[in-house]
């Protein structure tokens, strides 16, 4: 089936520098990638819609300047967070469309800021 | 507003037992609507996806049932098993201009224990 292989799974980093989350489909072209963000207990928010070579979509109230979103082939998407501070802190989800209905998910990553 | 009610909230059983976990949705028009299980600090795995036409559909020990008319859907775990514990999330899918739009349940944490 439809796999979507993201990177890292967990990362630590100090308030002010950038990280960048991968998300690769493995086997099938991803044209659309879908960024989700989700705090503890509650539902996974989306933040953006990226395309392939086009810009990414962006939900109200998420700064694009602060979440860069590249989707420069169909296999591969990254969301880079900006000068990050505690508050960004929470899980990163992306997902892409797969099948008829399907939507495949990678498997997170957890941001730490400190 | 589209909205996706998951009950209970959380819920804990002892091995071996049965549940059926809720969902109530206020989505238009529909499309589809899907379960998925999300491990803890994973992303979803998808169990079930129902269309309009579908009353039932199982996948292993998921038994996932629709009510289009009363906008219900239901997830029956048979035979719990401890690795059952997870977040189980609703999803219902509406159709929009671009394509779908995902409606997010904030899920029901279940607890199986010995």
């Known amino acids: 089936g439809a796999v979507v292989s993201q990177h890292p799974s967990r990362v630590i980093c100090k308030s002010g520098t950038s990280v960048k989350i991968e998300c690769r489909s493995l086997?099938?072209?991803?044209?659309?990638m879908f960024w989700y963000r989700q705090f503890p207990k509650q539902s996974l928010m989306l933040m953006a819609t990226?395309?392939?070579?086009?810009?990414?979509?962006?939900e109200q109230g998420v700064e694009k300047d602060k979440f860069l979103i590249n989707h420069a082939s169909l296999t591969l998407s990254t969301l880079t967070v900006t000068s990050a501070h505690p508050e960004d802190s929470s899980f990163y989800i992306c997902?892409?469309?797969?099948?008829?209905?399907?939507?495949?998910f990678g498997s997170g990553t957890r941001l730490t800021v400190v | 507003k589209n909205q996706v009610e998951q009950s209970p909230q959380s819920l804990i059983i002892l091995e071996g037992k049965n549940c059926t976990l809720q969902?109530?949705?206020?989505?238009?028009?529909?499309?589809?609507l899907r379960w998925y299980k999300q491990d803890t600090g994973r992303g979803p795995v998808s169990l079930t996806i129902?269309?309009?036409?579908?009353n039932t559909k199982s996948n292993g020990r998921y038994t996932a049932t629709l009510d289009a008319d009363t906008k219900q859907s239901s997830l029956h775990i048979t035979a719990s098993q401890l690795s059952d514990s997870a977040s189980y999330i609703c999803?219902?899918?509406?159709?929009?201009?671009?394509?779908?739009?995902?409606?997010f349940g904030k899920g029901t944490s279940l607890l199986v224990t010995p």
């Open positions: 129902m269309t309009f036409s579908e």
């Open positions: 969902c109530n949705y206020t989505v238009s028009p529909f499309s589809n």
């Open positions: 999803v219902v899918s509406a159709r929009v201009n671009s394509g779908y739009a995902l409606n």
């Open positions: 086997d099938f072209q991803a044209t659309t």
């Open positions: 997902s892409a469309p797969a099948g008829t209905y399907g939507y495949t």
């Open positions: 990226s395309n392939e070579g086009s810009k990414a979509t962006y």
